[in-house]
Nanobody
Framework: QLQLVESGGGWVRPGGCLRL?????????????IAWFRQASGRKREGIAL????????VYANSVRGRFIISADIADSTVYLDMCIQEPEDSAVYYC??????????????????????WGRGAQVTFSS
């Protein structure tokens, strides 16, 4: 059974770093690309980063480029999102999701949530100002 489980959420003080983890099971990273999405209260869900199934394509949304870093540890079956330069607007529930095909290969730089078929339950992240 394919599963995605996020962890590492919490409250972050200014200047602090936060690492989110997405542990996956039931598939290998070379089968699906993994993306991070987030949804702030009252706002539309936003795709922010993708690492492709090959690991060679990485896509960032303009809102996080240069501030967040996505990476993968194949041995641990985990994808990470490192957030060390935060803004209050980054507070949201963060989700990881998996997609196959061209989407998982990183062919679409617009991270559309409807293209992702497997989702984790999310992790709340709150950045204090």
């Amino acid at each position: 059974q394919l599963q995605l489980v996020e962890s590492g959420g919490g409250w972050v003080r200014p200047g602090g770093c936060l690492r989110l983890s997405c542990a996956h099971s039931g598939f290998a990273l070379n089968q699906y690309g993994i993306a991070w999405f987030r949804q702030a209260s009252g706002r539309k869900r936003e795709g922010i980063a993708l690492i492709s199934n090959s690991g060679s394509n990485i896509v960032y949304a303009n809102s996080v480029r240069g501030r967040f870093i996505i990476s993968a540890d194949i041995a641990d079956s985990t994808v990470y999102l490192d957030m060390c330069i935060q803004e209050p607007e980054d507070s949201a529930v963060y989700y990881c999701a998996a997609a196959g095909g061209d989407t998982g290969a990183g062919s679409n730089t617009q991270l559309e949530d409807f293209e992702y078929v497997f989702w984790g339950r999310g992790a709340q992240v709150t950045f204090s100002s």
